[in-house]
């Protein structure tokens, strides 16, 4: 899925800067720490923002279940580093616990352990979408070096 994505992100007929500019803010979403609301926010984007579906989702996609454990371990790491914390306590994790108040009552309790998490996650969206910018506008431009597309001709000029 994320390949054939790939290649239709670089078969777009659009300016490589634009494309590039989706893609990037489909990564920030994607590293963002609001776990569960990402394909949310790409629709919101979608819906307010007109933005190539095929560049952002692409993005998005780069936080999908397999990089996700990375990501957050990551985002952790990043906001302890920055502002410390003690290490979180979480509750038996399973979806009976989740059906009771005291399970979302001792994760309330622990709100400021989220903090590094959020901070974190937010720098580590800031510095991946910086770096998807360039990395994919130079990709999309040495593609389209390499496979330029053939110049059709348009059906009046051919009447004429």
Known sequence: MLRSAFRNLLNLDEPPERT?????????????????????????????????????????????????????????????LLIGSPPIELPQISVSAMATSG?????????????PF??????LSIAAALMAYPLMLFALRAYRRKFPKPIVPEADTLAG
């Open 118 to 123: 959020a901070i974190g996650g937010m720098i």
């Open 20 to 80: 590039a500019l989706a893609f990037a803010v489909g990564t920030f979403i994607a590293f963002s720490p609001l776990l569960g609301f990402h394909m949310i926010l790409a629709g919101l984007l979608l819906l307010v923002g007109r933005m190539n579906r095929v560049a952002l989702m692409a993005g998005v996609l780069i936080g999908n279940p397999w990089t996700l454990g990375p990501i957050i371990v990551a985002s952790w790491a990043i906001g302890r």
């Open 103 to 115: 399970f979302w009552q001792m994760l309330a309790s622990q709100w400021r352990q989220l903090l």
